[in-house]
């Protein structure tokens, strides 16, 4: 089906028309029509999982192309999409997620569910949207669309502090927005000047092929980077995370972590670096740095946390810098590394919100000093809660060794060898913080007799995190079925990165301090 | 055979995965879970041995099986494989033997506990990750296995969660351990990256490692040898997960858990993975002269500050614990001296006698607990000073106890014996060998045959010291305990035998052990010139020494703890200073408290309350009340007046015509 994607990306939008003409009173109606709006968007998305193609083409498949906007002679954009194996996962990981998101809601969200619902799936069509867009504008058009459902589901369903939190959200994000903005429309015209075809619009395959000089690359490099690294988010510009977080209700948390902080680094690795490869070669000691103090500042704030659910928001921030440190390590180890850490992050990060959210459920509180001895009247819940603990910790066997073990391993060939050793600590620092939470949480005497009533996971609970469990160790045993359809894309990916350094370097090989880079020991 | 090997881990997955999913709702009957658990490990042991016996007999031997491919991205290889060797043929003996005794010692010992269900599942995982650990042939498959151990050993600890105590030392072990999983990943980099990036031979696999390693041996890395930095960091790895100083703080408090767990994780199998590691590794080690001595100092230091804090404890099982960490340290000492065998003989005899000494101190809790409990009394079961006179109640308990005394005391033809001379004579005469660790060692050994007297004349010699309540409710263990405690005792007297020294050797039996190994031991000795030499009466001489060193340390025991049991006390008092350091095993963990705990804790509220806080959303807030502030003095202008507006637009007119005027 040539129009597979356009169908994956619109159909949970056509989907928030029909829940506009149902009642809204008819709170369990709602529920069920969201999940199966979102359980056939994963369904008619599977293809493309099995699609045997992305293991040796490292080519845009499913494309579709179309003219949307003509202004004039000179403007021009297209409705351009298409994957390849960067985007194919976490298109999956949108589709996989959603559902998964909506069946948490069942008890959680009573209060105007039809807006809650629609916003969902107002959502999904953003995020499904931004990662096939192959035009950058079309890209940016997403982007900013995402932005809006969140920041609604945080202010209007969010805990105490939830006005503070979306504004906050809003503001940080859409700063970042804008100097992209200005960038994205700099380098449009800057191609038009350079004797591209304006019928090609924002492609970013266009884009890619232009020479920019370097002094234009370091500004329009630090204008993406900057709005990419609020998204991921980036050491110090983190700080929306753990409100956005803890005043969001559990569905918006999961989706937070698992596909919108995805955007971020998501974007480094389509437009950011590629797009600029000289300057992303400049900064990268930068960021490398910034994601190594990400990677141990997120660990040390995240033990002194007495909320739970702020405690797992301040790893995401750890996690988030382990997958920064890959991608600049632009090897393949590192980026098919990195690129696995952002699935596992979504899978392992998104079910601890939702472990999160159920004992919230139970007794409306998150502070861990609330609980403690709950593993005695919750066995189950105990068994998943350690799991995904250990998956988060890197465990082998679990998906998040895999994606740590390869990133560090490509960060430490690639000229990053400091920054790796650092990195590793973070390591030792994941099985304290998480550790010490299991613990107080799950562990000791049950002190608070409102524990005594808890009830353990339901079968509709179960069902939840049933799905997540299973990646957790497919990726874990055997993570060949989604390296080996991302690596021929990385490859070529790096190869044309590297071969624009190169040429860069041999350009300005007399001053001997700058070809000193170029030389990994 | 070579091609069952799968078999060897697949078995205890499988209990573990029953016993996890099942045991509670459909088993229930703790002798069909405790049957399924002991009978999986039993399986991999007949697999083991087998393939143990199939090994004997070839002369291929190096053998290797891949499941499946693991990872694969560019250069990066990995698959599920395995490796049979001789080195891993004996530690796959070790482990399913001594761990089937072991499960099936826990089937009595953990009767009637509410999660017994949970206990042999995860002790089948813990057994499963051993194995993987045993048999990976690959550094990573290897790394499962390492960090699944730590896994096993930190629900194992916590397996009373309920106790805050069990909770955080289930916490520190696995932390402890994962600082050394720093270092062993750090030193998998190092070697992955030097070989590939340098010599084109991109691998992780032990046997690719160990043919190519030569390559490495001009290569330098921070000024020194790329070898020295990567086996320094894997010594890093093996001093958490063995317990060696720095990182051995964790294993005393991991007697929290179960004594059946004590015997099998922390004493016979998991703590010796860091000895097997550099076993397996050899090639690497022998390259870096500087690392072996690092690894054989470590070691002695270890051994003798672990010794002197085992003086002190009433525990009984805090002394084995200090006393495990002890003889940790006398198997890196050979590992360090080049006596690669002598540390893997070591490593198996310690097995043996420790497993079967925890195993008796398990058998004596047990009892005391049930005596006490019966007599209502809240006496600590473990502590020694409510012990003594035991051996009347408990024969069985204490004959094999007492046996494995004998053994790890070292009086000649029992098992330690034989296993520890070597170590010495290798730490005085090898190539590699260092006066001063042989010293430190004799010291130690001294030392040991001490407090492992003074442990057993506490129990079960003397006055009996128990609470009269519960004094005559004392009772010797059923079946299930002791035939595992008779068997073990049994290979702590005679386990000796494969590796009888050649000085020594009267009917020319041979050393089995050290030809069995040499295959995988004599490649890197050979080519490092790492040997042994003196002649046999020098040898013979030391060892008498040893002997008169092991009798003056139970003759101390017996004089204080049995001739004057008013000397002890007399003692302490008169040394008290130096007894409450020694009490206090050193004020260590407090030392570890305030400089790692307290200052990262300190770190981290700082960067929490004070940089993320303060600073960023100082700024950010700051930035949005500098706006409202700025646009509440705005306001004032746009007051909805005209006339306002009126004054403004004259004021305005004023002063540009003043502007105009005065130009």
Redesign the interface.
Request: net charge neutral; no cysteine.
């Given at each position: 089906m040539s129009n597979l994607l356009s169908l994956i990306t619109f159909f949970p939008l056509v989907g928030m028309v029909v829940l506009l003409f149902l009642p809204r009173e008819s709170d369990r109606l709602l529920k069920t029509v969201t999940l199966v709006i979102t359980l056939i968007t994963f369904l008619i998305s599977l293809p493309l999982a099995f699609d045997d193609a992305f293991r040796t083409s490292a080519e845009m498949r499913y494309v579709e192309f179309a003219q949307w906007i003509n202004i004039g002679e000179y403007f021009r954009m297209n409705y351009y999409v298409g994957i390849d194996g960067i985007s194919l996962w976490l298109v999956m990981l949108t589709t996989f997620i959603m559902p998964i998101t909506v069946l948490s809601t069942w008890h959680a969200v009573e209060k105007n569910t039809k807006g809650f619902m629609a916003l969902l799936l107002l959502l999904e069509t953003g995020m499904l949207g931004a990662f096939i867009a192959l035009d950058v504008f079309l890209f940016y058009i997403f982007w900013e669309l995402m932005l809006i459902p969140m920041y609604f589901l945080i202010g209007i369903w969010g805990g105490k502090n939830r006005i503070y939190a979306a504004v906050?959200f809003f503001?940080?994000t859409a700063v970042g927005s804008l100097l992209m903005l200005v960038a994205i429309i700099y380098v449009y015209y800057y191609a038009v000047k350079a004797g591209l075809p304006f019928q090609s619009g924002f492609s970013i395959a266009h884009f890619y092929q232009l020479d920019l000089p370097a002094h234009l690359q370091t500004w329009l490099f630090l204008a993406f980077a900057f709005s990419f690294a609020i998204k991921v988010p980036m050491f110090?510009?983190?700080?929306w995370l753990?409100d956005a977080h803890t005043e969001a209700p559990t569905a918006g948390s999961v989706i937070l972590a698992a596909i919108l902080l995805k955007m971020g680094t998501y974007g480094y690795v389509r437009f950011a670096i590629p797009l600029f490869p000289v300057a992303a070669m400049k900064f990268t000691p930068l960021f490398a740095t910034l994601a190594v103090i990400g990677i141990i500042?997120g660990a040390?704030?995240a033990?002194?946390?007495d909320d739970v659910k702020k405690l797992v928001a301040y790893s995401s921030v750890s996690h988030l810098g382990f997958v920064m440190l890959g991608v600049f390590a632009m090897?393949?180890?590192g980026l098919?590394?990195g690129m696995l850490q952002m699935i596992n992050h979504g899978i392992s990060t998104g079910a601890l919100f939702l472990i999160v959210g159920f004992i919230y459920e139970r007794r409306h509180t998150r502070l861990i000093a609330d609980f403690g001895?709950i593993?005695?009247k919750m066995?189950v819940f105990a068994t998943i809660f350690m799991i995904m603990t250990?998956s988060s910790v890197g465990?082998?066997?679990t998906n998040g060794?895999?994606g740590e073990?390869?990133i560090?391993?490509g960060a430490?060939?690639s000229g990053l060898r400091w920054y790796?050793?650092f990195a590793?600590?973070g390591?030792?620092l994941a099985?304290?913080y998480m550790?010490?939470m299991f613990?107080r949480v799950?562990?000791?005497?049950i002190t608070n007799p409102k524990n005594e009533e808890l009830q353990d996971l339901s079968g509709r609970e179960i069902a939840v995190m049933v799905p997540l469990l299973v990646f957790v160790f497919w990726i874990g045993?055997?993570?060949?079925t989604f390296?080996?359809k991302m690596?021929p894309s990385l490859?070529n990916l790096i190869q044309q990165v590297k071969g624009k350094q190169q040429v860069a370097l041999l350009v300005e090989a007399p001053t001997p301090s700058v070809a000193k880079i170029t030389v990994?020991e | 055979m070579y091609d069952k090997l799968w078999l060897i881990p697949f078995f205890p997955l499988v209990g573990s995965i029953i016993n996890g999913l099942f045991g509670k709702r459909f088993i229930r009957n703790e002798a069909a879970i405790g049957a399924i658990g002991t009978g999986a490990v039993f399986l991999s042991f007949l697999v083991s041995c087998s393939c143990f016996f199939t090994l004997l007999g070839d002369t291929e031997k190096v053998h290797q099986q891949v499941i499946a491919s693991w990872m694969s991205v560019g250069q990066l290889q990995v698959d599920w494989g395995f490796l049979l060797d001789p080195l891993s043929a004996i530690m796959l003996l070790v482990v399913t033997g001594v761990g089937s005794l072991i499960h099936l010692y826990s089937i009595g010992y953990m009767h009637g506990e509410e999660g017994f269900y949970r206990f042999f599942c995860y002790l089948n995982l813990f057994i499963f990750s051993m194995l993987m650990l045993v048999l990976g042939n690959n550094a990573l498959v290897m790394f499962v296995g390492w960090e699944g151990v730590g896994l096993c050993s930190y629900l194992l600890i916590g397996y009373y969660f309920e106790k805050k105590s069990a909770g955080d030392a289930a916490k520190k072990a696995f932390v402890m351990n994962r600082v050394g999983d720093f270092g062993f990943l750090l030193g998998l980099f190092t070697i992955f990256w030097t070989l590939g990036s340098k010599h084109n031979v991109w691998t992780i696999n032990f046997v690719e490692i160990s043919e190519q390693a030569h390559l490495l041996s001009g290569d330098m890395l921070l000024g020194v040898g790329v070898t020295t930095v990567a086996t320094l960091c894997f010594f890093l790895g093996a001093t958490g997960k063995s317990a060696q100083l720095p990182l051995y703080t964790w294993l005393p408090d991991a007697m929290e858990g179960p004594t059946p767990v004590s015997a099998l994780i922390h004493a016979a199998t998991m703590v010796t993975a860091g000895v097997y590691m550099i076993g397996r590794m050899n090639v690497l080690f022998a390259m870096s002269p500087t690392t072996m001595a690092v690894v054989a100092l470590v070691g002695a230091v270890t051994a003798i500050f672990a010794a002197s804090i085992g003086f002190a404890q009433n525990d009984i099982k805090r002394v084995l614990a200090y006393s495990t960490v002890s003889q940790l340290g006398f198997m890196f000492m050979a590992m360090g001296v080049g006596a690669f065998t002598a540390g893997i003989f070591h490593l198996m005899t310690h097995a043996f006698f420790k497993a079967c000494l925890f195993l008796g101190s398990g058998s004596v809790i047990h009892a005391m607990h049930h005596a006490l409990h019966h007599a209502h009394v809240d006496d600590d079961p473990q502590d020694m000073r409510n012990m003594g006179g035991l051996r009347k109640f408990m024969p069985i308990t204490h004959a094999t106890f007492g046996l494995s005394c004998l053994a790890i005391a070292g009086i000649p033809f029992f098992s330690g014996f034989f296993s520890k001379d070597e170590i010495l004579w290798w730490a005085f005469a090898s190539t590699r060998g260092m006066k001063v660790v042989w010293v430190i060692g004799a010291i130690t050994a001294c030392m040991t045959a001490f407090y492992m007297f003074r442990c057993l004349y506490m129990t079960f010699y003397g006055e009996q010291r128990t609470h009269k309540k519960a004094k005559d409710h004392v009772h010797e263990s059923p079946w299930v305990i002791t035939v595992p405690l008779v068997v073990l005792a049994g290979l702590a007297t005679v386990g000796g035998l494969v590796g009888i020294p050649h000085a020594i050797d009267l009917f020319h039996v041979g050393n089995k052990l050290e030809h069995f190994l040499a295959p995988v031991f004599e490649h890197s000795q050979k080519l490092h010139e790492i040997e042994a030499h003196g002649s046999a009466a020098t040898e013979i001489s030391l060892m008498v020494l040893s002997v008169v060193i092991a009798v003056v340390g139970i003759s101390i025991a017996t004089w204080m703890y049995l001739k004057r049991p008013d000397l002890p006390g007399k003692f302490t008092s008169k040394f008290s200073g130096l007894h409450r350091w020694v009490y206090n095993k050193w004020f260590v963990d407090e030392a570890y408290d305030v400089l790692f705990v307290n200052s990262t804790k300190k770190l981290g509220t700082f960067c929490w309350k004070g940089f993320d806080v303060k600073v960023v959303d100082g700024i950010v807030n700051g930035t949005g009340k500098l706006v409202s502030v700025f646009s509440t003095a705005l306001r004032y202008t746009q007051s909805g007046l005209v006339h306002n507006y009126a004054l403004t637009m004259v004021l305005g007119m004023v002063v540009m015509v003043a502007i105009f005027i005065l130009q």
């Open positions: 906050k503001i940080f110090p510009v983190h700080t753990p500042y040390l704030v033990m002194m946390q090897n393949l180890q098919s590394g001895g593993s005695k066995p250990f465990l082998p066997g060794f895999v073990f390869l560090l391993l430490f060939e790796t050793v590793t600590t390591v030792i099985a304290v550790l010490w613990q799950m562990m000791g005497k045993f055997y993570p060949n390296l080996e690596n490859e990994n | -």
